[in-house]
């Protein structure tokens, strides 16, 4: 375990350069010139020399030392994968890293290789309030003469999925960092031409969001947002095992980062934003306003998850568009139809049906009744006993003296009355 921040700058070869001619699969080599042959070694010796592989591994990425790196890497498809996380690990605020053997993990698979589960931490400084520790499943073979082992796979599909195993973009695909004021941008090669604009816009987003806020925190003394923007989202949507708000949101999501992912109790290390590439195309006004509806999430942290979505979801887009004039608050072309038959606030159902949208407007304009009838603190103290798991209709009762269907018609009322 190293804690420290890096600062690396390291330039590196292309990835074929070590691609030497006749390795191929995901086998390691040992290098030696032995004609002996591999010999299965005991599960205490494995485990031992494993261990010792992931210090020089962890040891590697604090010295920023590539060689020393593949040092613990097999040939072949392999250490083109590894060289890859290592040149994105190259470029993020690394504050903690470390591997560690987990006790009593390995499992020997056929004579050469053995499977072992891997704790990795990693925390990101400046945005992570805790290190983040995560367990995956790598499997380690000996060399063609039985001299050593080395990492020669880090996927077992069905271990990560029975686990809820999920990897960080950085884990799988070539990224593109770039760094704003308080904000970290996960790029690729196709969607890094927009990193400045993006990153401008959730540094501005950050300070509109907090002064929204109630909690009298300043925007410096909050953890920075880390956000992704990746053409390939395969990764973080492996990540929604933990969303904050609606998880079908298919334009823009807020993970929350567990600091521990075997255990619960450890809480939260950080959140990060989820953006689908197309939104950089929209004009300002509309990525503006998701950029703080996502942020809104983030920020408020813990004190915004859990609760139902009308009011979790409702809050966001309250607080997306504050900071616009009337004339620019656009609404759903279905959202009056739909809010005219609404009886009830929307459910988690109705935020995941062909309706979302209007949902979303018809959740914010009950928000938006709230604060402007009753004042703002009435709206983060029904936000507050919700997530803490209340009753809706008693804390409705106590605190607006209605019932769940008079406020979700008078919420409407209002909306129709704007926008009719």
Not at 56 to 65: F, G, I
Request: proline content about 4%; hydrophobic content about 40%; charged content about 25%.
């Amino acid at each position: 375990m190293w804690t420290g921040r890096t600062d690396l700058r390291r330039v590196l070869a292309p990835t074929l350069a070590l691609a030497l001619p006749g390795l191929v699969g995901l086998s390691a080599c040992s290098g030696d010139d032995s004609d002996d042959a591999p010999t299965a070694v005991s599960l205490t010796d494995a485990a031992e020399e494993i261990g010792g592989l992931l210090r020089k591994r962890t040891r590697a990425v604090r010295d920023d030392d590539l060689d020393l790196y593949l040092r613990t890497v097999g040939r072949g498809r392999i250490r083109a994968e590894q060289r890859m996380v290592f040149a994105n690990l190259d470029q993020l605020p690394v504050q903690t890293v470390g591997y560690r053997l987990v006790e009593d993990s390995v499992a020997a698979d056929g004579d050469r290789s053995y499977w072992v589960t891997v704790e990795t931490t990693l925390r990101l400084d400046g945005y992570d309030v805790a290190p983040v520790r995560t367990r995956d499943r790598w499997r380690f073979t000996l060399g063609e003469h039985g001299r050593r082992l080395a990492l020669s796979s880090t996927t077992d599909v069905a271990w990560e999925s029975e686990h809820g195993v999920g990897q960080q973009p950085w884990d799988v695909e070539p990224i593109r960092v770039e760094e704003g004021f308080d904000v970290l941008g996960i790029f690729d090669a196709s969607t890094v031409g927009g990193a400045d604009d993006l990153l401008a816009a959730v540094g501005d987003g950050r300070f509109d969001v907090a002064a929204e806020l109630d909690d009298g925190e300043s925007v410096a003394d909050r953890p920075g947002t880390v956000v992704y923007v990746l053409r390939d989202r395969s990764a973080t949507d492996g990540l929604t095992g933990q969303p904050v708000g609606a998880p079908q949101r298919a334009d823009g999501l807020t993970i929350a980062i567990p600091a521990d992912s075997t255990d619960p109790g450890a809480g939260i290390a950080g959140y990060r934003m989820s953006l689908d590439p197309q939104v950089l195309d929209e004009d300002d006004v509309v990525l503006d306003r998701l950029i703080r509806h996502e942020l809104t999430h983030a920020i408020l942290g813990d004190r915004g998850r859990g609760g139902p979505l009308w009011i979790t979801e409702g809050v966001a887009e309250w607080v997306s568009v504050q900071r616009l004039a009337p004339a620019e608050r656009r609404l759903p072309a279905d959202a009056l139809s739909v809010g005219a038959s609404a009886s009830a606030l929307p459910t988690a159902e109705d935020f995941a049906g062909p309706d979302a949208a209007a949902w979303y407007a018809v959740s914010w304009w009950v928000c938006e009744y709230i604060a402007t009838t009753y004042g703002e603190a009435a709206l983060w103290a029904l936000l507050d006993r919700l997530v803490a798991g209340e009753e809706t209709g008693t804390v409705l009762g106590e605190v607006l003296g209605l019932t769940e269907e008079q406020l979700v018609q008078r919420g409407v009322a209002v909306m129709t009355s704007t926008y009719g």
